[in-house]
């Protein structure tokens, strides 16, 4: 059982920056692969980002690529997102998601945290 929770968002302004966290607990943690997904209101939750276990691989959908870094630290067993060049576009909750794939789909991941709301305004 692995158990994810992120922080780190708020509301910023169009332009800003904020670094999303996610922080896991639990066996073996650290050998999981580890994506960011998205939800705005009305909308599906959407991939992001993802990075696998070693940090090694990274991908990122289209609207993010050169605005949102993911990174992970797993000495603190922590995955990071970067959240540069805001749009009001990215007002979302944003989780992070634990699972054994690299991949952009929601049933490559296994264990979900709460989430953790970002605000852009314009």
């Known amino acids: 059982q692995v158990e994810l929770v992120e922080s780190g968002g708020g509301l910023v302004q169009a332009g800003g920056s904020l670094r999303l966290s996610c922080v896991a607990s639990?066996?073996?943690?650290?050998?999981?692969?580890t994506g960011w997904f998205r939800q705005a209101p009305g909308k599906e939750r959407e991939f992001v980002a993802a990075?696998?276990?070693?940090?090694?691989?990274?991908t990122y959908v289209d609207s993010v690529k050169g605005r949102f870094t993911i990174s992970r630290d797993n000495a603190k067993n922590t995955v990071y997102l970067q959240l540069n060049s805001l749009k009001p576009e990215d007002t979302a909750v944003y989780y992070c998601?634990?699972?054994?794939?690299?991949?952009?789909?929601?049933?490559?991941?296994?264990?979900w945290g709460q989430g953790t709301q970002v605000t852009v305004s314009s």
């Open positions: 998601a634990a699972g054994w794939v690299t991949g952009d789909r929601r049933q490559d991941y296994v264990y």
């Open positions: 639990g066996r073996t943690s650290n050998t999981y692969s």
């Open positions: 990075i696998d276990s070693r940090g090694r691989s990274t």
